[in-house]
Antibody, heavy 125, light 109 residues
Framework: QVHLVESGGGLVKPGESLRLSCAASGFTFSKHYMSWIRQAPGKGLEWISFISSSGSVDDYADSVKGRFTISRDNARMTLHLQMNNLRVEDTAFYYC??????????????????WGQGTLVTVSS | SYVLTQSPSVSVAPGQTASITCGGANIGTKGVHWYQQKPGQAPVLVLY???DRPSGIPERISGSKSDNMATLTIRRVEGGDEADYYCQVWDRSSDHPYVFGTGTKVTVL
């Protein structure tokens, strides 16, 4: 059974840093692209970063580029998001999510078949 | 960047049919995926590639698409269908490859 569990959220001040983690289980973690998606309270979903299965390719939304870094430890089946220079507008629930990976149709990366339960990051002075 | 537009809300009586639309330029050329998010919970994939259902998703939920509009339809609506619904596409030509719609709140009367 696929399981994704985020941790590391909390209350920080503007300009501070935070590192989120997502522990994966129930599937071969090293075969799947992973993403971080956030949702400000009462707002919609915003994709912020993805990383390829090997970790060699990543990408970021403009809103976090240069401040956030995604990484993964395939041996420990863990996804990370290092968030630096946090801003009030980064306040949100942060979800990790899995792309389906290789299927009979080939490598599928364009949607998210499993999500974690989310961790709340609050940035406030 | 690519934009997906959804109507903010839909109200439907139990047993009736709810239709949720998702508009985007040339959306007919992209795979459209849909997520259901109940209050206080993480999103759940309910449709992928326009109309395919993951295991466990009831046949009451279906999807369709035209050149500029994708539609999620929920037949025989139940109270448990009350949730926010988001469409999503992967736009490989965009700076932001994963694009979510603005979301539609479905209220069961």
């Amino acid at each position: 059974q696929v399981h994704l569990v985020e941790s590391g959220g909390g209350l920080v001040k503007p300009g501070e840093s935070l590192r989120l983690s997502c522990a994966a289980s129930g599937f071969t973690f090293s075969k799947h692209y992973m993403s971080w998606i956030r949702q400000a309270p009462g707002k919609g979903l915003e994709w912020i970063s993805f990383i390829s299965s090997s970790g060699s390719v990543d990408d970021y939304a403009d809103s976090v580029k240069g401040r956030f870094t995604i990484s993964r430890d395939n041996a420990r089946m863990t996804l990370h998001l290092q968030m630096n220079n946090l801003r009030v507008e980064d306040t949100a629930f942060y979800y990790c999510a899995r792309a389906p990976g290789r299927t009979t149709s080939g490598l599928v990366v364009d949607y998210f078949d499993y999500w974690g339960q989310g961790t709340l990051v609050t940035v406030s002075s | 960047s690519y934009v997906l537009t959804q109507s903010p809300s839909v109200s439907v009586a139990p047993g009736q049919t709810a239709s949720i639309t998702c508009g985007g330029a040339n959306i007919g050329t992209k795979g459209v995926h849909w997520y259901q998010q109940k209050p206080g919970q993480a999103p759940v994939l309910v449709l992928y590639d326009d109309s395919d259902r993951p295991s466990g998703i009831p046949e009451r939920i279906s999807g369709s698409k035209s050149d500029n509009m994708a539609t999620l339809t929920i037949r025989r609506v139940e109270g448990g269908d009350e949730a926010d619904y988001y469409c999503q596409v992967w736009d490989r030509s965009s700076d932001h490859p994963y694009v979510f719609g603005t979301g539609t709140k479905v209220t069961v009367l």
